[in-house]
């Protein structure tokens, strides 16, 4: 133990000791916050009616009825719904990628790029 000397140490340990885990009192707190009922009635996450299944979604494990699976996979209708975004995403981006690239492509073939000392002709389209 190192002992304290200035005031900026003193400052120091007790910023160390606020980080310490929360006291048991304070536990007892948050566990009389939580509802009782949450427990035992749960929606399904796709139909939204009471659930009683223990059947979860794989991806989210949010409770939902075992005839609202898709068939072979326990994927509830949000993380099926974001597995086939993610993939529609990535052929999306992939095909934006070539086509920027393309793009850029073509900008340089029409414009080299200017250096510094050319004299730079700017057209108007008025005259
Ligand atoms: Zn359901
Ligand atoms: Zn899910």
């Known amino acids: 133990m190192t002992s304290i000397q ?5 400052e120091n340990a007790l910023d160390k000791c606020s980080l310490l885990p ?3 009192e304070q536990e007892e707190n948050e566990e009389q916050m939580v509802l009782p009922d949450l427990e035992t009635a749960v ?3 796709v139909c939204d009616e009471i659930c009683q299944d223990s059947t979860t979604c794989d ?3 949010l409770p939902m009825h ?3 699976c898709e068939e072979g996979v326990k ?3 949000l993380c099926s719904r974001r597995n086939s975004r993610k993939r529609n995403r990535a052929t999306a981006l992939e095909g934006s990628d070539q086509q920027a690239e393309k793009m850029m492509k073509h900008s340089r073939n029409r414009f080299p790029p200017a250096s ?3 004299s730079v002709r700017i057209h108007s389209v008025r005259e």
């Open 22 to 24: 929360i006291s048991e």
């Open 43 to 45: 929606n399904c996450i």
């Open 59 to 61: 991806d989210c494990n």
């Open 116 to 118: 510094r000392g050319d």
């Open 66 to 68: 075992e005839s609202c």
């Open 75 to 77: 994927l509830c209708n």
């Open 6 to 10: 200035s005031e900026e140490e003193l």
